[in-house]
């Protein structure tokens, strides 16, 4: 589906507003996101993280969970932003929840501290996910 420049910007804006939200005390990288469903609606989420390291949760993990407890299973584009210098490129855990709910042409806009922009698709980012078309 095209994204229109509109609401790829307030996507972004959304994002930025989330990494706003980002519990990040040990990495003090703040990472925000915004998720766009099939249907619609709009879904922000903030890196969360944890004292033992390992529970610690993405921004776009977070923003893909809220929007599947509300029921939406199906995404369109996701932003995703950072206070680091350099593009923050979803991670491989991330990259995998989005093989879950997600199509290869699924837009990904990734967004600097400078608040300068990339687009990658999910195909470009993983190509031959493991998904659920592989049962
Ligand atoms: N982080 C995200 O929120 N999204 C990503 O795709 C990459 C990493 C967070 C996790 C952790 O809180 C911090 O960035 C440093 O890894």
């Not at 509300?70 to 680091?84: M, R």
Request: net charge negative.
């Amino acid at each position: 589906m095209k994204i229109s420049d509109e609401l790829r910007d307030k996507m972004m804006e959304l994002a930025y507003e989330a990494m706003e939200r980002a519990y990040a005390p040990y990495s003090g990288y703040k990472v925000g996101a915004c998720v766009l469903t099939k249907s619609g609606k709009l879904y922000q989420g903030c890196n969360i993280e944890n004292a033992g390291f390992t529970p610690t949760v993405c921004a776009e993990r977070t923003a893909i969970f809220k929007a599947v407890y509300d029921g939406e299973y199906q995404f369109d584009a996701v932003a995703v932003v950072g206070n680091g210098d350099k593009w923050g490129y979803p991670c491989g855990v991330c990259r995998q929840v989005m093989a879950e709910f997600c199509n290869s042409d699924f837009h990904i806009f990734v967004g600097d501290r400078e608040r300068r922009i990339t687009e990658i698709s999910f195909g470009e980012l993983l190509p031959n996910a493991f998904g659920p078309g592989a049962f």
